[in-house]
Antibody, heavy 119, light 106 residues
Framework: QVTLKESGPALVKPTQTLTLTCTFS??????????VSWIRQPPGKALEWLAH???????FYNTSLKTRLTISRDTSKNQVVLTMTNMDPVDTATYYC???????????WGQGTLVTVSS | EIVLTQSPGTLSLSPGERATLSCRAS???????LAWYQQRPGQAPRLLIY???SRATGIPDRFSGSRSGTDFTLTISRLEPEDFAVYYC???????FGGGTKVEIK
């Protein structure tokens, strides 16, 4: 059974760094072709892809956010971590992680975690 | 950069009717990496279609996907009450989502 769950702070202040953790089970990120992605969704708005990390530790970022994002993994803990620096109120959103087998898109999603940026 | 434009923004239909949702790419893209998701209020997106026309595991056959040139279509043959939701297309080769189509009860 594949599951993913996001964890992190519900509230961050402007200019702070956000750190989110995706803890997953039921699959291995070491399997060839496997990826884990982060996606966000501001309230009432569309989905936006942020980053993903590959089975071989390659990392890919949304070009418009690249300077602020870092994605990493801890294979032993089945976790993928996303950090986003210099948070702003426009970054208020629900942040999701998703499993991404290369051919079959984002087939399993976490429940999402709402992050509010406010002083 | 690829842009995916979904239309209409909102589709007002009755249960039992047919829904046709469009996703147009700004340039020719591979259909191998085109997906559709359903998102109900307060829930995470759910994968419906990948590779433009392959149904994901457990998805009813009233959902189908197709392609014509740069236009991709999601068709729901007969709307069930649980199908009223927002639908997003996604090109996972270019890592871009469309803006969504809301299917609401007329």
């Amino acid at each position: 059974q594949v599951t993913l769950k996001e964890s992190g702070p519900a509230l961050v202040k402007p200019t702070q760094t956000l750190t989110l953790t995706c803890t997953f089970s039921g699959f291995s990120l070491s399997t060839r072709g496997m990826r884990v992605s982060w996606i966000r969704q501001p309230p009432g708005k569309a989905l936006e892809w942020l980053a993903h990390i590959d089975w071989d530790d390659d990392k890919f970022y949304n070009t418009s956010l690249k300077t602020r994002l870092t994605i990493s993994r801890d294979t032993s803990k089945n976790q993928v971590v996303l950090t986003m620096t210099n948070m702003d109120p426009v970054d208020t959103a629900t942040y999701y992680c998703a499993r991404f087998p290369t051919v079959t898109a984002f087939d399993y999603w976490g429940q999402g975690t709402l992050v509010t940026v406010s002083s | 950069e690829i842009v995916l434009t979904q239309s209409p923004g909102t589709l007002s239909l009755s249960p039992g009717e047919r829904a046709t949702l469009s996703c147009r790419a700004s340039q020719t893209v591979s259909s191998t990496y085109l997906a559709w998701y359903q998102q109900r209020p307060g829930q995470a997106p759910r994968l419906l279609i990948y590779g433009a026309s392959s149904r994901a595991t457990g998805i009813p056959d009233r959902f189908s996907g197709s392609r014509s040139g740069t236009d991709f279509t999601l068709t729901i043959s007969r709307l069930e009450p649980e199908d009223f939701a927002v639908y997003y297309c996604h090109h996972y080769g270019w890592s871009v989502f469309g803006g969504g189509t809301k299917v609401e009860i007329k």
